[in-house]
């Protein structure tokens, strides 16, 4: 079965990084566009980022660009997203998606992407 595995949350300080990852098993990984979506508390999950299926194209919402980094690597099947210069309204946790279309991924509200990790919680003190 699909398993998508979130990493790389914790507790940062604001204007401090972190890197997340999202590890895919029982899927061809190079098939699908991944996005990384949030949800704070008694909040609606929201878009994050997403990136095609070669990772040539990316896609951000507007509270993280410039910020917020996605990236691939397709023979680890693994997405990442990089988090610079983190603020406190960005605690959430973190969930990463996947879905055969990239515009279900990053257009659709609420999310409709096929597949999707647990999360890991990201928090940012002030």
């Known amino acids: 079965q699909v398993q998508l595995v979130e990493s790389g949350g914790g507790l940062v300080q604001a204007g401090g990084s972190l890197r997340l990852s999202c590890a895919a098993s029982?899927?061809?990984?190079?098939?699908?566009?991944m996005g990384w979506f949030r949800q704070a508390p008694g909040k609606e999950r929201e878009f994050v980022a997403a990136i095609s299926r070669s990772g040539g194209t990316t896609y951000y919402a507007d509270s993280v660009k410039g910020r917020f980094t996605i990236s691939r690597d397709n023979a680890k099947n693994t997405v990442y997203v990089q988090m610079n210069s983190l603020k406190p309204e960005d605690t959430a946790v973190y969930y990463c998606?996947?879905?055969?279309?990239?515009?279900?991924?990053?257009?659709?509200?609420?999310?409709?992407?096929?597949?999707w990790g647990q999360g890991t919680q990201v928090t940012v003190s002030s």
């Open positions: 029982g899927l061809t990984f190079s098939r699908y566009a």
């Open positions: 998606a996947a879905d055969s279309s990239l515009n279900r991924v990053r257009l659709e509200q609420p999310p409709q992407a096929a597949y």
